[in-house]
């Protein structure tokens, strides 16, 4: 008791030199600069040192008078130019009512307005799945079928028994082209459909976090997804909240197991892997990503919105296709697109999980309104009943010989497209396309200015970065159109080759600036500028 009285006073002697204020204010002091020194270095843990002092340069320089004015000013210019062609359609729109209502005269300004469009038959990557025209065939039919259903809506499920059946059975017949069946997926598949893609990722993402705050008690939650990851995983990090850790892919350009594992730590919830990749169409290594997410007892979320209604077909036809879907051990939930090589209506994915227990944390319900007791399964309330009709109908109507005839076409169009492009020369192709999608580059040519020469020549591809490159996703528009596609890209090589420099109209000055900006977020800026402006 004596040393502590001693100590006790020494202390006080000690302070006795300082003002009182200046005490009670250092302990502040000292938490607020703990505070500053933790968030800085969280900062550079995320986004790298360079980025971090980059962003505070370019912080302090915009202070500097008529730099911020400038800096605007350059970005309502690529603003412009990005939407060139767009404007006049903007400055067109119907923004009040008619005074008379134009009863059946709509479907005349209908048919006018829909006239503009681009001519995107087997001109396109991706976008339209189906073949042939869309007044025959497929076509006819599953627009028939929204027809039949587009007043109904399986919110009201006491009503429109018939939509829940058909929904049901849309899940059950996916679920079953993905290893419901087979007894390591435990035979507890369960599902919902979804407005997209996007949606379904969204779903998966907020179920494995709620999942995995019950189970173990997460309350800071972290995702890891290879830099190739869809973007709709970054879109649901900032809806849900969640810090994501992006892991650069390895020199195949999948997903990097390794540095997948350096980034697991207390607060994650899930892992990410993609069969195939949007960018260059490459699966990722499944299986491995399942034994770490086994090991760790975490969620493995595996994205199939392109892959779904292809990867089944093409294994049964033999192609060399790794495993993917819930015969892989840790794969908790996986994301299905209906509208894509399912054949679909626009608007239909599928998003399915290992089990119930995990899919209950994906529903909302609702006790204390005045409305009543109300539990919704996905993002949307009110759903189209016409969409979940026209999905079931594409696949009743193709069934497993109709997938398996359509998936052989694509395939075998999609390795002549890949051995085509490097016949090409100056052209790479990315990886090895485990399906059909192939991404190429070039170290001879500037790649986003042949983009721009297939675009004056009615081509539709998509632009990609690290590396610049473009991509192909090959649908049955392409079976019978491929030849004149390979022919205009080796032109379009050669005329840059011959004529190297861009074009009057062409993105490629922007999309080349964009892809060296070293500020990313300039480009974040100038993405939200053209996104306001446009819609």
């Excluded at 002091?29 to 969280?42: G, M, P, V, Y």
């Amino acid at each position: 008791m004596d040393l502590v009285l001693r100590l006790r006073d020494a202390a006080n002697h000690h302070l006795a030199r300082y003002e009182p204020l200046l005490l009670l204010a250092a302990p502040l002091l000292a938490l607020l600069a703990a505070h500053a020194i933790h968030s800085a270095a969280s900062a550079v843990t995320d986004r790298g040192l360079r980025a971090v002092l980059l962003s505070l340069a370019m912080a302090a320089i915009k202070l500097l008078p008529g730099v911020s004015g400038y800096i605007d000013a350059e970005k309502r210019k690529v603003v412009d130019q990005l939407q060139s062609g767009d404007m006049s359609t903007k400055s067109n729109l119907q923004a009040e009512l008619p005074t008379v209502g134009l009863s059946n005269e709509v479907i005349n300004n209908l048919e006018t307005l829909k006239a503009r469009d681009v001519n995107w038959q087997g001109k396109c990557s991706g976008t339209v799945y189906i073949a042939g025209r869309e007044t025959e065939g497929h076509f006819a039919l599953i627009n028939k079928a929204y027809s039949m259903f587009s007043h109904t809506n399986p919110l009201h499920q006491d009503v429109f028994k018939s939509v829940a059946q058909l929904e049901a059975e849309v899940v059950a017949m996916t679920a079953a082209l993905l290893g419901s069946k087979e007894q390591s997926s435990g035979g507890e598949i369960c599902g919902n459909m979804t407005s997209g893609g996007t949606e379904s990722i969204l779903l998966a993402v907020k179920t494995s976090r709620d999942y995995m705050r019950t189970k173990k008690g997460i309350t800071k939650p972290e995702m890891i997804i290879a830099e190739s990851a869809h973007s709709a995983y970054d879109k649901a990090a900032q809806y849900f909240n969640i810090k994501v850790r992006r892991v650069p892919v390895n020199k195949e350009f999948l997903a990097d197991v390794k540095g997948f594992k350096r980034c697991i730590n207390g607060n994650t919830i899930m892992m990410v892997g993609s069969a195939p990749g949007f960018p260059h169409g490459l699966i990722d290594p499944i299986e491995e990503l399942g034994e770490l997410a086994s090991r760790y007892d975490i969620c493995l979320h595996v994205d199939l919105c392109l892959g779904g209604f292809v990867l089944p077909f093409a294994r049964k036809l033999g192609y060399p296709i790794p495993p993917f879907d819930f015969c892989v051990k840790g794969v908790t939930s996986i994301s299905t697109d209906v509208h894509k090589y399912g054949l679909a209506p626009k608007g239909t994915s599928i998003v399915l999980y290992r089990n119930h227990e995990i899919r209950k944390h994906q529903f909302v319900a609702v006790t204390e309104w005045t409305g009543g007791l109300y539990v919704s399964p996905t993002i949307a309330g009110s759903r189209p009943g016409g969409l979940i009709a026209g999905a079931w109908a594409a696949m009743m109507s193709l069934g497993l010989n109709g997938y398996m005839e359509n998936t052989g076409h694509i395939m075998e169009v999609s390795k002549k497209i890949q051995r085509g492009i490097e016949d090409i020369p100056g052209l790479f192709v990315i990886g090895k396309p485990d399906m059909t999608v192939v991404a190429f580059g070039s170290d001879v040519v500037d790649i986003f200015e042949v983009n721009d020469i297939m675009t004056s020549k009615g081509w539709h591809l998509n632009a990609l970065q690290r590396p610049n490159s473009l991509h192909i996703c090959v649908t049955l528009q392409h079976t019978v159109i491929y030849e004149e596609f390979l022919k205009d890209l080796k032109d379009s090589v050669n005329t840059v080759k011959a004529n190297p420099g861009p074009i009057s109209g062409g993105r490629a000055p922007i999309y080349g600036a964009a892809g060296k900006m070293p500020d990313r977020g300039m480009v974040r800026e100038l993405l939200v500028e053209f996104m306001d402006a446009s819609c």
